[in-house]
């Protein structure tokens, strides 16, 4: 059996830029990647990000502020 060399990408989703972080491999922990600026070519640079850190699973942030209440323009109900 081949050792499991996946990552999980984490996203921080925002209108103008995207934040990025990738884990160890043992998921265990995150580290912080630079943002990606979130225009027409973005699914490219994340098939990219995918395919060099070997991603297995994306996940995406819910963006709050320090008062923890909704950003990036995004409207709650």
């Known amino acids: 059996m081949m050792p499991d ?3 999980y990408l984490a ?3 925002g209108h103008k830029r995207i ?6 491999e043992s998921k265990s922990f995150s580290f ?4 990606i600026l979130n225009e027409k070519d973005i699914l490219s640079r994340l098939l990219i990000i ?3 850190e070997n991603i297995e699973k994306i996940i995406i942030g819910y963006p709050l502020n320090l008062e923890t209440t909704v950003t990036s ?3 709650s109900a």
């Open 19 to 24: 934040g990025t972080a990738v884990s160890d």
């Open 50 to 52: 995918i395919e060099k």
């Open 5 to 7: 060399n996946t990552r």
């Open 32 to 35: 912080s990647r630079d943002y």
């Open 11 to 13: 996203l921080d989703y």
């Open 73 to 75: 323009g995004i409207v």
